[in-house]
């Protein structure tokens, strides 16, 4: 076997004339009778190669190899008489002088081209030949890549990579812990960290003062297109830093991706936008302001209102809010949208219509003129656009807008896709009801710090308490998220008292932790980035499958191994567990 002198996407017009040797997978064959030509595709590209008749002994060779045989050819680089210019070596072949089958090959279950997309678990199931495809190839080399920007940028900067444990202990920190048998101690269980959180914590009390690691990271939990229940995150943490100068840290750090992956150079700093803000403008906390459209309170107008449907929903602590959209609709276009927004638990929807200079609109009757000409202003709507309105609680109406607001921009192809919209929100709630257990929780996870004008509310207005959190998004994606860390014991056991924790319930579950603040810890705060969204910004897909090597699907099962399987009894009986199942 002959060393490999380049990979098939490097044979270039400035290799003309040299002899080569390239290995790889036969990706197409054509046979011309005296001519064979067939494509050969590694990592890094497609080179074509042709076989002639002038070699029996090679021709014989050529003659047998079929599609996804694992090949070596040398031969001499040649200017092509038809360029391909889909092809970066399109310019090129190569002639073959000695060609090896290195190994033979089944007829793949789908077509090993970007062309071609094979239904999704088919191609979960033979995930080493989807990995073959140029375009899942070029992912995996962008993420390998992101990856190594990030380190050298940390470490530029003063960062530590510290690996912490995967064994570890269950913490309720949000989500579902996966949980694993402990076979030297029966009956007691380690946790597969959800993140690092609480260690990373510790580092800063042990004076690292600034870590980072790319962190494997486990979540039980119900799963969407876009989660997983293994995931990457790029794990952040700095001491003695003040907000800003820390956002300005991370500000570079996504300006240096984006530079040395995309070639495309970011401004900042990022603009600031408070939570509320967020939430009443756009609908969402990770809002997209890439166009228009935003949220607008009608309550003042409408409080009034002989429109039962609106005045009593805002006299029982409800609202009614708006958005403008910019067009006219059909009547089953606009009841498709009532249909969108009941999925988010809306009742219902009304809308407003300016075309010809009239108004036109079912509830149009139960308004007055001032009330209609209120509407008409707040959102200055013009002749052609609709108004679409939502009266609902707060929750409901402000989720079901800010979908609405996104389906029909998509609808209407408004978003400037070349644009990117990077923005800070921050002051998230730290704590929200849960109606199920009837008391509160950690918005964020329970080690966030309160602003410190707030923190006197604990005791009497819970709700009221604004975190020190903070999230980067990205054109309406959450790209990271982080907080400034309670570092001092007596503000961490305030929280836990607020959230329902018992001085005994928070040193059984976090003793630890606390036992830790206590030796000093020092001011810290930090950022969590999903890699593998990071990754899907950098390779412009919207699919998290796509970014991974080995992902699950929606019901967290590995269709390649058929994991999760049964084990061998005796493994259960090792480990002093038995099976109850329904």
């Known amino acids: 076997m002959a060393e490999r002198t380049h990979y098939c996407g490097h044979i270039t017009e400035n290799l003309v004339g040299q002899t080569v040797t390239v290995k790889g997978w036969v990706a197409k064959r054509r046979d011309l009778g005296g001519l064979i030509f067939f494509d050969l595709r590694d990592r890094e590209g497609i080179v074509q190669c042709i076989v002639n008749n002038d070699n029996q002994r090679v021709f014989q060779i050529g003659d047998k190899i079929r599609g996804e045989y694992v090949v070596e050819v040398t031969g001499k680089v040649v200017k092509r008489e038809n360029p391909n210019p889909d092809l970066k070596t399109g310019n090129v072949e190569i002639v073959v002088k000695e060609i090896t089958i290195l190994n033979t090959a089944l007829t793949p279950p789908f077509y090993i081209t970007d062309e071609h997309e094979a239904d999704a678990n088919l191609r979960l199931k033979y995930r080493y030949l989807d990995l073959r495809r140029p375009k899942m190839l070029k992912n995996l080399m962008v993420r390998s890549k992101t990856t190594k920007v990030v380190r050298d940028y940390l470490d530029s900067h003063g960062f530590v990579d510290v690996e912490t444990p995967i064994l570890f202990k269950s913490t309720p920190e949000g989500a579902r812990d996966y949980i694993v048998p402990s076979r030297v101690n029966p009956g007691t269980f380690y946790a597969l960290p959800q993140s690092p959180q609480l260690l990373k914590q510790l580092l800063m009390v042990s004076g690292l003062d600034r870590y980072y690691q790319i962190a494997r990271c486990f979540r039980d939990e119900d799963l969407r297109a876009d989660r997983q229940p293994e995931f990457t995150q790029i794990d952040i943490e700095v001491s003695f830093l003040e907000r800003n100068t820390f956002f300005s840290i991370i500000e570079g750090l996504v300006k240096e991706v984006f530079s040395k992956i995309k070639g495309i150079e970011i401004q900042t700093p990022f603009k600031h936008m408070d939570y509320n803000e967020a939430m009443n403008k756009y609908g969402s906390d990770k809002p997209d302001t890439r166009f228009g459209m935003e949220i607008h309170d009608l309550s003042d107008i409408l409080k009034s ?39 988010y638990g809306a009742k219902g929807l009304a809308w407003i219509a300016l075309k010809d200079g009239e108004i036109k609109s079912p509830i149009g009757k139960f308004l007055s003129e001032e ?81 410190l004008e707030d923190l006197h509310l604990l005791d009497t207005n819970p709700e009221k308490v604004r975190a020190n959190a903070y999230d980067l998004v990205l054109n309406g994606v959450e790209l990271a998220g982080g907080s400034v860390r309670i570092h001092q014991s007596e503000v961490q056991q305030k929280v836990f008292k607020a959230i329902g924790l018992t001085e005994e319930m928070a040193k059984e579950k976090f003793g630890f932790l606390l036992e830790g603040l206590s030796y000093g810890a020092p001011p810290h705060c930090g950022i969590a980035f999903g890699l593998d969204r990071l990754v899907m910004e950098m390779v412009d897909t919207e699919n998290i499958r796509d970014v991974i090597a080995f992902p699950k699907t929606t019901s967290a099962s590995d269709l390649m191994t058929d994991a999760p399987s049964p084990v061998d009894p005796k493994q259960l009986e090792e480990l002093k567990i038995s099976l109850k199942l329904d």
């Open 305 to 343: 209102t002989e429109f039962k449907v609106f005045s009593q929903t805002i006299q029982s602590g409800g609202t009614v809010r708006a958005i403008k959209a910019q067009g006219e609709f059909s009547r089953k276009e606009i009841d498709a949208f009532t249909d969108f927004v009941k999925k």
């Open 371 to 451: 009330e209609l000409k209120g509407i008409i202003e707040v959102l200055q709507a013009k002749d052609g656009d609709t108004i679409l309105i939502v009266a609902d609680n707060v929750k409901t109406t402000l989720q079901s807008l800010g979908a609405l607001r996104l389906h029909i921009a998509k609808k209407l192809d408004i978003i400037d896709k070349n644009k990117l919209n990077f923005l800070w929100i921050v002051n998230f709630p730290l704590l929200e009801y849960d109606e199920e257990e009837k008391r509160y929780i950690a918005a964020h996870h329970p080690f966030t710090s309160p602003l």
